[in-house]
């Protein structure tokens, strides 16, 4: 799957915010939650995210997630990396 094509199928599954980011390599954040649901596309380098287990590397071509809420940590390896990252936030009920 391509970036485009990712892009796409990030828009018919609702993802409200998609970008492609230039990430600098640096440790991680330390465990944490956000307040949206993330899915990513590695271009380049090296993304690593820990969830419930062991960490995982996504490497070019591999995709990655994180439900909303969900308790993880995020790295990125010394080669730095370039991803396609869509944001999909809940709807609140007023």
């Known amino acids: 799957m ?9 828009k018919a599954d609702g993802f409200q915010e998609i970008g492609l980011e230039k990430l600098d390599p640096r440790p991680g954040k330390g465990r944490h939650r956000h307040h949206f649901e993330i ?10 995210v820990r969830q419930a287990g062991e960490p995982v590397a996504y490497r070019s071509g591999q995709v990655f997630s994180v439900a909303e809420g969900e308790l993880h940590d995020e790295w990125i390896e010394a080669d730095g990396a370039h991803v396609v990252i869509g944001r999909k ?4 009920e007023s």
Do not use: D, M, P, W
Request: charged residues 15%; proline residues 0%; neutral net charge.
């Open 39 to 48: 899915r990513g596309l590695v271009i380049s380098g090296t993304f690593v």
């Open 2 to 10: 391509n970036a485009h094509e990712f892009e796409q199928q990030l």
């Open 89 to 92: 936030f809940s709807k609140t």
